[in-house]
């Protein structure tokens, strides 16, 4: 039997290290008979460890259905979804929120800081929930904003911060845990372009530094600078491998 490599089916592909998002499938359907929507429309993706990768389209196209999902904050309709080798379609909501501690580092347009506390508490958060010790909260939410340029803004508050900068502290929280995937939903709309531009360097070394990206954008030079663009139109992915060049083209189609 010859596999057509454009349907994958649960069975279709062994466990592999390299592969950190496996969609196979994926429908998202709200409502039904007259008023069914199907907002994603048999999605397979694949990205694999290492990748910096942004997710594209016009408004209503799927990509931020496709990124809840993806980031275990909703579940499919019908599918298959491969975390980092772990079926996570059928989880119930603790399984999911011990998933997302563990595995995932999230990163907003706006920065969800707790105005209250300082930069290195509001990173130390994510290890409350995961039970780690104090004084190991501590050092590595220091290492954590360090390796984002902030070891000297450890005590302050957000309001004593700029917008890059809380946005730096919202990145030194999402890689805290050491997530297999660190997920940014257009993280540099909020930003001036020098400060986009800074954090976009941030992201890059992150990525060297061997944490896979995933990037939801709509701005075209954003998505320039990762490896990988997926095109997203209708409810399914139409480029799965679009590159840099290629992005003004398919924009404009």
């Known amino acids: 039997m010859t596999l057509n490599s454009s349907v994958l089916t649960a069975n279709s592909l062994p466990p592999n290290q390299s592969v950190i998002i496996r969609l196979e499938q994926i429908f998202k359907v709200y409502g039904s008979g007259e008023t069914e929507v199907r907002a994603l429309n048999g999605i397979n993706l694949i990205i694999k460890k290492g990748e910096y990768c942004a997710i594209m389209g016009p408004s209503g196209s799927g990509k931020s259905t496709a990124m809840s999902i993806i980031g275990c904050l909703d579940r499919s309709t019908s599918g298959n979804y491969y975390l980092d080798n772990i079926d996570v379609a059928h989880m119930d909501d603790a399984e999911l929120a011990y998933i997302r501690n563990k595995k995932l580092g999230f990163v907003f ?80 709309g909020a930003l001036d372009s020098r400060t986009t531009k800074e954090v976009l360097e941030i992201f890059s070394e992150l990525n060297v530094s061997g944490i896979t990206v995933v990037m939801v954008t709509h701005e075209l030079d954003v998505a320039r600078q990762t490896q990988r663009i997926v095109w997203f139109r209708d409810g399914q992915v139409v480029h799965s491998n679009l590159t840099p060049e290629q992005i003004n083209q398919i924009a404009v189609s």
């Open 109 to 188: 347009q706006q920065f969800h800081l707790l105005p209250q506390l300082s930069a290195v508490e509001n990173v130390m958060l994510p290890m409350v929930y995961a039970n780690i010790q104090s004084a190991e909260r501590y050092e590595r939410a220091v290492k954590a904003l360090q390796k984002v340029g902030l070891e000297k803004r450890l005590n302050n508050k957000p309001n004593q911060l700029s917008g890059g900068q809380q946005q730096r502290v919202a990145l030194a929280r999402a890689i805290v845990n050491c997530p297999v995937l660190l997920i940014a939903d257009e993280p540099t």
